[in-house]
């Protein structure tokens, strides 16, 4: 019963600009003239993307082992590509995660969710289910 759907870390490079609040503005954005009921919020770290009823959440942290876990998937999951270096040094990630969707009805909105953070420079998408990098 703990798995979560559309669920993605987002390692963000020293250098990048991506924060919470541009991320918000991009999917506000986007949604403004969705035919659903979509509400965009920011609250105590956590962006919440309601759409009809159904959400998806990404939470922000900077905490001191999210750049030990950073170098550990650097080191087993990124061995040996450009990337290596500057993976092993993200102290900040977005961790994405949505609520059940057995039916995957919002499946198309956890990618663009997911998509909007790669638009940021220096992010690296990592899939904790099928252990690899999407974007590397």
């Known amino acids: 019963m703990g798995y979560n759907y559309y669920e993605y ?3 963000i490079a020293p250098n990048s600009e991506a ?4 991320l918000k503005q991009k999917l506000e954005a986007f949604y403004a003239n969705d035919e659903r009921t979509v509400v965009v919020s920011l609250n105590s ?3 919440t993307v309601n759409i009809d009823g159904y959400e998806l959440y990404v939470d922000y942290s900077n905490a001191p082992h999210v750049v030990i876990e950073s170098q550990e998937l650097a080191e087993e999951f990124a061995k040996g590509k450009a990337e290596q270096a500057v993976i092993a040094t993200c102290a900040a990630r977005f961790e994405m995660a949505g609520a059940p969707d057995p039916e995957t009805d919002y499946f198309n909105d956890s990618l663009y969710v997911q998509e909007s953070m790669e638009e940021f420079s220096g992010v690296f998408v990592f899939d904790p289910m099928d252990g690899s990098f999407m974007n590397i």
């Open 45 to 47: 770290g956590r962006i």
């Open 9 to 11: 870390l987002i390692l």
């Open 19 to 22: 924060t919470m609040e541009g």
